[in-house]
């Protein structure tokens, strides 16, 4: 078991790819095909340029505040990449790419940051809950998702996520704790980033990995390193096929950086340095994972330079679709609080309607 | 005297009180280093120090229930949470202990304490961001309820509240945080918690706001003007203890009462005033007390928060229906 292998006490941190895009665990290097290494890869990279794209389309007052996951793709797509098609994801904010891996169309996800709840309203078939905002709460939701499948009987995992910083809520001890006293078939990542906002990892919790506070619980925890796709998927997968026996939740630490800003609204240079950047800049997911695949015999440069190019047109297309949407209809604001509108609500938006009339 | 905005007063105040009482700390998320995701704390740690200024992890059940211990040995805390619709995790500490203590020990612990929030639309942000909790604290007995609306009285109800022996919640309308500049006096004054005041003399109706709706009614007098309809406006400032006098005289003189607020209609403050204006001023009553306050449903993201938010025009709608009734 990597988790007894990559003991989280020992600071022992699970690799496969290093930052040179070398394989440094020959045994540990995962079976997975060309089809599915280049779905990971093009996720990324659709994560990446969507995201890039995003903060200048905010730049130019076109967006709003939009949560930048750049830096993170590889713990986001390669633990997404080692769950089924029955599975479920439950996100925090920054799980970015993990939604497009999953089948979240990026026109949702921009609707979404567009500041239009129809982005939460994902197609048929799309297992993924909506952004959650206030930390912590989604750890109860993902327990909760998965003794209902336990229950049921109904063979789903949960993958569900949280900042480092978000360890520090209560709700994350406490969703932890209540699926590992059930043996809810969920997997709890830590996309530890190393900042919340502007606070660093250091003064989150004196507890030296993340991954140690699984320990407590009784379960088990693994640090992967989060800028290895392979990594991540490997740890995410062991993770998966426990929880899927019937054996319970596992934390895995995700051991990422955050290479934009916290949001569009956040001015890093306040709290760090970009000397600190630039080396995390040379561990770029991106980077590592290209050369692997080069190295196979599975990519070019060229189809490199191409798919970038594709993307950004696509992305471009995408965000103009999002644009046309502008303002929605009043009728959106009343209709969806409850399944019948309640007398009291019909009244409000009566009174408003003819308001309206009025002073048109 | 110097000119400031709501938030430079309200960083400005913290400044003063640290200085001229080493028992006030001031803590929260990104508080210490960068100084508030508002900036609202900018520069007190690295005046006065890590411990009476810090970060603190991302805990607001942490932020609140560490400083009723604080409070209870000898400090005097200003907690910041950092969105008011961050502050569910810290409410089992507000409505559980932060309120109770003095009565759950007959006076034997008291818990002066400060829980700071921004709170309020307007301002196209994400989901959480943009919603007014008043009652979800006016609610509590023995909270004490605060929201200033110009940068002077944000000084003076800040010091009140520093100073006040029992806790205050203090609602700050992050809208308005740096919309508008105003004298403000350097040396230290009060505005009385639970004082509300009269901003503009009028004969014909009370309208009571606070926050960032104070500017919106302003916006709808001057329409109103115009057409020879006097508005009194007082801005409320202090939501529990309400000030009842001060609207009672009013309505006692105007005969018609409007209460407008960002909150949510139902069971919001607004009802709390129409009782009290229907009660107590019952026999000078010309047309029906009445609130304006925002749908029952969610805040609406951006792209539908406009027909949510209560604007200058419907205010001034709403007065015209209510001289004409
Ligand atoms: C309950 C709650 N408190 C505070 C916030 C405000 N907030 C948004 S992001 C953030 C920091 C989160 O840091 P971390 O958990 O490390 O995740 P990251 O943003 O780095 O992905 C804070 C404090 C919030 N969204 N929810």
Redesign the pocket.
């Known amino acids: 078991m990597l988790t007894k292998q990559f003991d989280p006490l020992k600071k022992k941190q699970l690799q496969i790819l290093d930052e040179n895009g070398n394989i440094v665990a020959k045994d540990l290097e995962p079976n997975l095909s060309k089809d599915q290494l280049l779905k990971m890869y093009k996720t990324m990279v659709l994560g990446r340029v969507a995201d890039t794209k995003a903060v200048q389309f905010q730049r130019q007052g076109r967006m709003l505040t939009f ?1 930048i996951n750049k830096g993170q793709e590889a713990a986001q797509v390669g633990s997404a990449a080692a769950i089924e098609e029955q599975d479920w994801v439950v996100p ?3 799980e970015f790419s993990t939604l497009l891996y999953r089948g979240a169309p990026l026109y949702n996800l921009y609707l979404y940051w567009y500041g239009n709840e129809w982005g939460s309203h994902f197609p048929e078939g799309v297992k993924i809950l909506p952004v959650n ?4 709460a989604q750890f109860n939701h993902a327990t909760g998702v998965a003794l209902a499948s336990k229950f049921q009987k109904k063979n789903e995992v949960v993958l569900t996520f ?6 520090s ?1 209560g709700e994350f001890h406490e969703g932890i704790n209540f699926a590992s006293v059930f043996d809810a078939p969920v997997v709890f990542i830590i ?1 530890n ?1 190393h ?3 502007s606070v660093p990892r250091q003064k ?1 919790t004196k507890s030296i990995t993340l991954a140690q506070k699984a320990i407590a619980y009784g379960i088990p925890g693994i640090q992967v390193d989060g800028n290895d796709v392979l990594a991540m998927y490997v740890a995410t997968k062991e993770a998966v096929d426990r929880a899927r026996r019937g054996e319970g939740p596992t934390l895995i630490e995700a051991y990422t950086y ?1 290479l934009g800003a ?1 949001t569009t609204s956040d001015d890093p240079t306040l709290y760090r340095e970009d000397k600190e950047v630039d080396e995390w800049i040379k561990k770029d997911p991106l980077i590592r994972f290209k050369k692997y695949l080069i190295e196979k015999g599975y990519w070019s440069e060229e189809e490199d330079q191409k798919l970038y190019e594709e993307y950004n047109d696509y992305v471009n297309d995408v965000f103009k679709q999002v644009e046309a949407t502008g303002f929605y209809q009043l009728e959106d604001v009343f209709k969806y609080q409850y399944a019948e509108m309640p007398q009291h609500l019909v009244e409000q938006y009566e009174a408003y309607k003819h308001y309206l009339e009025e002073v048109k | 005297m110097a000119l400031m905005t709501i938030l430079q007063a309200i960083n400005h105040t913290l400044d003063q009180q640290m200085e001229k009482d080493s028992t006030v700390v001031v803590y929260g ?2 508080v210490g280093v960068e100084g508030g995701v508002f900036r609202a704390t900018a520069g007190l740690q690295k005046k006065y120090g890590v411990e009476r200024c810090f970060d603190a992890p ?1 805990s ?1 059940a942490g932020i609140v229930g560490t400083a009723v211990g604080m409070a209870i040995n000898g400090l005097k805390p200003v907690v910041e949470i ?2 008011s619709g ?1 502050m ?2 810290a409410y089992n500490q507000i409505a559980a202990h932060v309120a109770r203590m003095r009565v759950r020990s007959r006076g034997k612990y008291h818990l002066p304490l400060v829980i700071r929030m921004p709170y309020g639309g307007g301002i196209r942000a994400l989901e ?1 961001h943009s919603e007014s909790q008043e009652t979800l604290f006016a609610h509590i007995p023995g909270l004490k309820v605060v929201i200033p609306s110009t940068p002077y009285d944000a000084k003076g109800l800040l010091t009140a509240a520093i100073k006040d022996p029992d806790p205050v919640i203090f609602m700050e309308p992050k809208r308005i945080y740096r919309a508008f500049k105003q004298e403000v006096p350097e040396e230290e004054y009060i505005v009385p918690i639970g004082k509300a005041k009269v901003v503009k003399e009028g004969t014909d109706i009370t309208v009571v706001a606070w926050g960032a709706m104070v500017r919106e009614v302003q916006k709808a007098m001057q329409e109103l003007e115009q057409e020879g309809i006097s508005v009194e406006l007082i801005d409320l400032r202090t939501i529990k203890p309400i000030d009842k006098d001060t609207i009672l005289e009013s309505v006692q003189k105007t005969g018609r009462f409007l209460v407008v607020h960002e909150a949510v209609t139902s069971f919001g403050p607004g009802a709390e005033l129409v009782s009290l204006v229907t009660q107590g001023a019952f026999l000078s009553l010309e047309a029906p007390p009445t609130r304006l306050g925002a749908f029952d449903v969610t805040v609406p993201l951006d792209k539908g928060e406009h027909h949510y938010l209560i604007d200058s025009k419907r205010i001034a709608y709403e007065v015209r229906k209510l001289i004409k009734y």
């Open positions: 949560v925090a904010f920054r905002i206030t930390i912590g949280i900042g480092d910083g978000g360890t809520e996309q980033n900042y919340a906002i989150q955050r916290h | 998320e990104d991302v607001e950092q969105f961050f569910f995790p959480h």
